[in-house]
């Protein structure tokens, strides 16, 4: 299959592009809110979820409903109360006009002018609806009371729809940039296609996943909804989507300075590779030195041995233990100290893994020759001994 798409494919990559990139976009002036809940404001961020006109509904959060109902029970009977006394009032007075018949005439006309209490209800607008719900406008206040408030929009509801398209945005902005210029260049690979299809959702779910961090406290923002800034928050989720990676650093970072025990025992295994020893630390020209190692985790790491920037080979590993065969080659000749640097995988050099080996210096003969030690175990040993303590005693 080749790599490069044909000019049917370019066509469908365009329209999807800007499919994608317009759809976050109409989403988010979709759920856009008219205003935040301000402080000291004492209505409920909860907003009547009507299309490109999110509105806060300003509920009361000072009263139940079941009060409110209580209150305007109340305040009718006492306006019932009124009218009936105005209109028993009304009648009598014209009862006592000359003409009985014209007095009741005009009584019972007054008395189809007085309102009920149905009548005031409904004129007067105390019961109204939003969003589809009953409501309960309070006596000389402009706050209302819901019965119902499962069809309106809570604030955070509203936020993470917005971060999470803000996210999307930001990344399909990322993509439209990357895809046209490989296809422009002529260097687009097919394979990477699901990375196209499934980055924008991975930029949605890290955009929530930052927002969380900041609500959280952990980069200093309250979580009062009377005290976010909602252009802050959708700038970041952007940015969030449009720099994935660098997103994901910091939230790593994040989470080592949150989550990173302090170690407190004196020998942990943490599956890391320590050196604990490393003998002998002189060495002898002309023979083969045999260098050994003791450690923790030494088999769990490819580790390599470095002398004087020459790389050995480490022997009979285990996981406490190792050794290193060295003869000092002819490169190296004439000096007297070398580097010993033990190395894991990543070519990082481990704990302890640092050692200075020197040239054992070599033993004069009687003919003014230099010769390396010989250990006898023949029994020539005791003889020297008896010859030295008989000297001494001379």
Not at 81 to 108: F, G, K, M, P, Y
Not at 125 to 149: A, F, R, T
Request: proline share 4%.
């Amino acid at each position: 299959m080749k790599n490069e798409i044909n000019s049917k494919e370019k066509k469908l990559a365009g329209i999807l592009l800007v499919l994608f990139t317009c759809i976050p976009a109409i989403l988010i002036i979709w759920f856009w809110p008219d205003r935040l809940p301000q402080p000291k404001e004492f209505v409920k961020p909860l907003y009547c979820p009507k299309p490109f006109h999110v509105t806060l509904a300003g509920i009361s959060d000072t009263i139940s409903f079941e009060d409110a109902m209580k209150t305007d029970i109340e305040r009718k009977k006492k306006e019932d109360a009124a009218a009936e006394t105005t209109n028993n009032t009304t009648v009598a007075q014209n009862t006592a006009s000359a003409d009985v018949d014209s007095a009741n005439a005009d009584s019972s006309q007054k008395a189809d002018e007085a309102p009920s209490a149905k009548q005031f209800t409904q004129n007067n607008g105390n019961k109204d609806s939003i969003c589809g719900c009953e409501i309960i406008s309070l006596p000389n206040s402009k706050y209302i009371v819901v019965k119902d408030e499962s069809k309106f929009l809570h604030i955070n509801t509203i936020l993470l729809i917005l971060v999470a398209m803000a996210g999307f945005l930001g990344n399909m902005i990322h993509i439209a940039t990357s895809l046209t210029t490989f296809v422009g260049n002529k260097k687009f690979v097919r394979s990477w296609l699901l990375w196209y299809a499934v980055r924008p959702f991975t930029g949605a779910a890290l955009a929530i996943g930052v927002y969380f961090v900041f609500r959280g406290g952990f980069l200093n923002m309250s979580d009062d909804s009377t005290n976010i800034n909602l252009y802050g928050i959708m700038t970041v989720s952007v940015l969030t989507g449009l720099f994935t990676d660098r997103a994901t650093q910091k939230l790593k970072e994040v989470f080592e300075v949150l989550f990173k025990p302090k170690e407190e025992r004196a020998n942990p295994l943490d599956g890391k590779p320590a050196i604990t020893s490393i003998t002998p630390l002189e060495i002898i020209a002309g023979i083969e030195n045999i260098i050994t190692i003791a450690g923790e985790n030494l088999t769990g790491n490819k580790l390599a041995a470095v002398i004087n920037d020459e790389n050995i080979t480490l022997n009979d590993i285990t996981e406490k233990s190792g050794n290193i065969k060295y003869t000092i080659p002819d490169t190296q000749k004439g000096k007297t100290n070398f580097s010993l640097v033990i190395k894991d995988e990543e070519g990082k050099t481990i704990t302890g893994g640092t050692a200075t080996l020197t040239l054992k210096k070599e033993e004069e003969t009687g003919d003014g020759t230099n010769t390396p030690p010989v250990n006898d175990e023949t029994g020539d040993d005791d003889n020297d001994t008896s010859n030295n303590e008989q000297g001494a005693q001379e």
